[in-house]
């Protein structure tokens, strides 16, 4: 029989107990012959709870989590990032597709010996071809790949063997091999290479993929399910569990009570507002997740509309700095995330800072704030509310998306607490392209922005310097984008720290927008799911060595490593 | 009778027609675009992102969009669905069956239980039993479909399978434990559209029966010695004509209930797929669901017109 947690609530519902008699005759055709049960840790079926189909499951065309949770466990790179996030040389890289690397002796190129038992899921063997056309794919204009920036350092790949690869680089850089091995995921030129590059998005391989990965793609059923089984024939060895099944529930009360009637697994979403009944649920357990991602409010610090004229309020830094001194973040953490987040201590998570007793933060001093407004020309007139300067209003629009609970509640909050000090803010919740066309065209004051990192902070060029496409508040400092140049090419590890500190002390000194959270993402997952630690670059990382307690298997365990019908 | 159906058709063509593009101008007019959601673009260089705008034809202007929109439609191609990254069509294809389906078997019982229920009440006016029907069917008629969902799935999920057309491991089972799984998979969302449905359609059969009663026809009936089976028969015919009426516009009701409905119970339907096209600004994919929903609400109105015609002869005639 499927396994169905039982809810103490529900029985006491008298009324649908009166359902049970007729329905219960029905309800017992769930029983079903299946194949007998596996042994030891290997064995068993995970299903995962996903809010949100993924689009492709391309690899140079993925970009959301839904996507790269499924890829990572179908294809493979040349060598895995180590769990302390390290992108300095190769230090802690773990071996996949490639067993082992060499530099050359000026640092400008990296040979990759590739795995001679690695093959694809078609029984192709893996080729250092694969690797050269991976390259050509993800650096395409025509393709379109969204990582084809992060690899502006790698001047080329060749072959210099069937099982070598080697990938030259235009500039000694500490993060070269994190260049050549995070971003991209080996791709099979045998299936791929006879289709134009400019369609290789819309090609059926984005939903019937084919990889090297330590699980197989079994079947994606559109708007209900994608199933994973374990590739038995693996070099890397098979993956421990059978089988893994995202199923999509996209609202969150039907998804919660998917989980807790035991017909999922893992559920990654949970609110704080679910976490007491997670902890009372005798099947499930809440583990905690890190993860690379930090809030805060984004000051445009240009006019509406323009590139170069400062914005009247937060073109002014003692206002931006003002602003976080009068903001109470412990407890707007401790409001909306409750036990679920920290406060953010610079522009980067914990996970990614090499040292944080090293930085100065402004202090909660709202006295202080209003000083410092008062200093800065903004003033109070008896009887109103609102500071002004020149005939300014200290009125401004905060924006959130509306499909972040915590950053409506955060837009919300920051209004309140920001309105003693006679500052106006109103608060406009927008659908996600709604809000993100005005920050585009840079017709906004401020809106609650969230940053997913990559290991080594590479994002920083791009969200924070004069040049960075990313900079959606318009902040230039020369002093800031010099510190940021030396960080990224500071080889020695303690040096580095210390550059980094200095490049994290520039941002909050100048405070381009107001430091708010950390989340921290507990998961929910049934009791019988053993698991290595989870990672902070996706929880997901390690897929293939999850495992189901051989004591504790239900009904989808036992199915078995059969293929769907 | 075949020219005016021929017309009607052609009418709700029509109308499919001009819902569909007002909806493609007002999301063209909306702000921002499929490629604008920050949280889902971050990273992408900006030339990166034009290049994705201009291989969907987003860089065009809107009149060209829409002449390009409009002849891939009518050639039964939809457009690319930048949300699902495959053509609108494979979409819709298999999208719409499991809607269809859903829908279709919603209302042929609410329609049935609604004018059983109905005529019952009609003809037992001002009992306790009437009372209380009514009573509960007006409670059942007030609730949002997605709030009934909700509350379905709280009871009855012990019971029931949460969401989704099948379990998730249903293909590793045999055929008569999938189209059991099956059946278990749609009575929740069923019983949500249809419980709405049949107090609907039985609010205007218990007061269409109460005035037919009324009718000197009835009197004639029964003062003819007609036996009262037989007068609730004749009366039945009589006061099906409005509920027909508004069967045609419950059609509409029940494809809109759908959306939040499949949204509750993971129905990987057009409705869903219809929210997940909103959220993510796939303007093809929503105004393809346009285009459906809106030729299924006229044909859902040209049917009731021809099943009055069927009930009242009359009306043919007129």
């Not at chain 1, 837009?411 to 919740?429: F, M, N, T």
């Not at chain 2, 690319?80 to 298999?94: G, I």
Request: proline content about 6%; overall charge positive; glycine content about 8%.
């Amino acid at each position: 029989m499927i396994h169905v947690a039982p809810r103490t609530a529900v029985a006491r519902h008298v009324g649908a107990r009166l359902c049970a008699l007729a329905l219960a005759t029905l309800a017992s055709c769930r029983n079903g012959d299946v194949p007998k049960a596996a042994t030891s840790d290997v064995g068993g079926t995970m299903i995962i709870v996903q809010p949100a189909e993924p689009s492709t499951l391309f690899p140079p065309k993925a970009s959301q989590v839904a996507e790269f949770a499924v890829i990572h466990s179908l294809f493979d790179k040349l060598a895995d990032i180590g769990p302390d996030l390290s992108v300095i040389g190769d230090k802690g890289y773990r071996p996949r597709l490639a067993t082992s690397w060499q530099w050359s002796s000026d640092s400008l190129s990296i040979s990759f010996a590739l795995d001679p038992k690695a093959h694809w899921h078609d029984g192709q063997p893996l080729r250092a071809d694969d690797v050269k056309y991976t390259f050509a794919v993800y650096t395409a204009d025509s393709v379109g790949s969204g990582y084809k920036s992060s690899l502006g350092n790698i001047d080329s790949v060749t072959v210099r063997d069937s099982l070598t690869a080697v990938f030259w680089f235009k500039r000694r850089l500490p993060h070269q091999f994190f260049d050549a091995t995070y971003h991209m995921y080996v791709l099979p030129s045998h299936l791929l290479a006879s289709i134009p590059m400019s369609q290789l998005g819309d090609d059926p391989f984005g939903r019937q993929p084919v990889g090297t990965g330590r699980f197989r793609f079994a079947k994606w059923d559109a708007g209900a399910r994608i199933e994973i089984l374990a590739d038995t024939t693996n070099a890397r060895g098979r993956a421990k569990l059978d089988r893994v099944v995202w199923t999509l529930v996209h609202d969150y009360g039907a998804a919660t009570i998917k989980l807790f009637a035991g017909e999922a697994d893992f559920y990654e979403a949970i609110r704080p507002d679910n976490l007491p009944q997670v902890a009372r649920a005798p099947a499930l357990r809440l583990e905690s997740a890190p993860a690379l991602q930090y809030g805060f409010l984004d000051f445009n610090l240009h006019a509406r509309g323009s590139k170069s004229t400062p914005h009247p309020i937060f073109g002014d830094v003692r206002v931006r700095r003002a602003l976080a001194m009068a903001v109470d973040r412990p407890r707007l953490v401790r409001s909306v995330l409750d036990s679920l987040g920290s406060v953010a201590l610079a522009y980067a998570p914990r996970a990614l800072i090499p040292d944080t007793t090293s930085l100065v933060q402004l202090p909660y001093n709202v006295a202080a704030a209003r000083a410092l407004l008062d200093s800065a020309g903004w003033t109070l007139a008896p009887g109103d509310s609102v500071r002004t300067h020149d005939g300014v209003r200290l009125a401004f629009e905060i924006m959130a998306p509306s499909s972040s609970l915590t950053r409506t509640r955060y837009a919300a909050l920051l209004q309140e607490q920001l309105r003693p000090l006679g500052v106006g803010i109103s608060v406009r919740i927008l659908e996600g392209a709604a809000m993100g066309g005005r920050v585009l065209s840079h017709n906004f004051d401020s809106f609650l922005h969230s940053w997913d990192m990559t290991p080594g902070r590479l994002g920083m060029a791009e969200t924070w310097t004069s040049a960075g496409h990313d900079n959606l508040g318009g902040y230039a400092s020369a002093a800031f984008d010099a510190k940021l140049d030396s960080a990224y090419t500071t080889f020695d590890a303690a040096n580095s720290a210390r550059v980094w500190s200095h490049v994290f002390q520039q941002l909050i000194d100048d405070q381009p927008g107001l430091l708010l959270y950390e989340p921290h993402t507990p998961v929910a997952m049934h009791r019988r799911i053993r698991n290595p630690p989870l990672r902070a670059n996706g929880w997901y990382m390690d897929l293939a060595d999850w495992s189901v307690d051989p004591t504790q298997r239900i009904e989808r365990d036992r199915i078995g490593l059969g293929s769907p019908r | 009778m075949a020219s005016r159906i021929a017309g009607r058709l052609f009418l709700c063509v029509v109308v499919a027609l001009v819902a569909s593009t007002i909806a493609f101008v007002v999301l063209h007019l909306a702000p921002g675009d499929p490629f604008t959601n920050i949280d889902a673009s971050a990273g992408t260089p900006p030339a990166i992102v034009e290049l994705q705008r201009a291989q969907r034809g987003l860089d065009r202007p809107i009149a060209e969009q829409y002449v390009r929109w409009l002849g891939n439609t009518a050639r039964g191609n939809f457009g690319w669905s930048t949300s699902k990254q495959r053509p609108v069509a494979d979409v819709l294809r298999e999208a719409i069956p499991r809607t269809l389906g859903l829908m279709g078997l919603s209302f042929v019982l609410s329609i049935a239980f609604g004018v059983l229920l109905g005529a019952w009440q009609g003809t037992h006016a001002g009992t306790r039993a009437d009372r209380w029907s009514t009573f509960l069917a007006l409670i059942t008629y007030s609730i949002p479909e997605f709030w009934l969902a909700m509350l379905l799935l709280w009871w009855l999920v012990p019971l029931l399978p949460a969401g989704g057309i099948t379990n998730d491991n249903a293909s590793y089972y045999g055929t008569m434990w999938q189209l059991r799984d099956r059946a278990l998979h749609l009575i929740l969302p069923l019983l949500s559209l249809t419980l709405v449905g049949t107090a609907v359609i039985a609010r205007f059969q218990r007061a269409a029966m109460r005035e037919v009663f009324a009718e000197l026809f009835v009197r004639t009936a029964r003062a003819k010695g007609l036996d009262e089976p037989g007068v609730r028969r004749h009366a039945l015919r009589a006061a099906l004509l409005p509920v027909i009426t508004i069967s045609g516009l419950y059609f509409q009701s029940v494809f809109a209930g759908s959306v939040f409905v499949e949204k509750v119970f993971a129905w990987p339907g057009m409705g869903l797929t219809l929210l997940e096209g909103i959220g993510r600004r796939d303007y093809n994919l929503i105004a393809a669901y346009v285009i459906v929903g809106s030729g299924m609400a006229a044909l859902g109105n040209l049917a009731a017109d021809l099943l009055r015609e069927v009930a009242d002869p009359r009306l043919r005639r007129a």
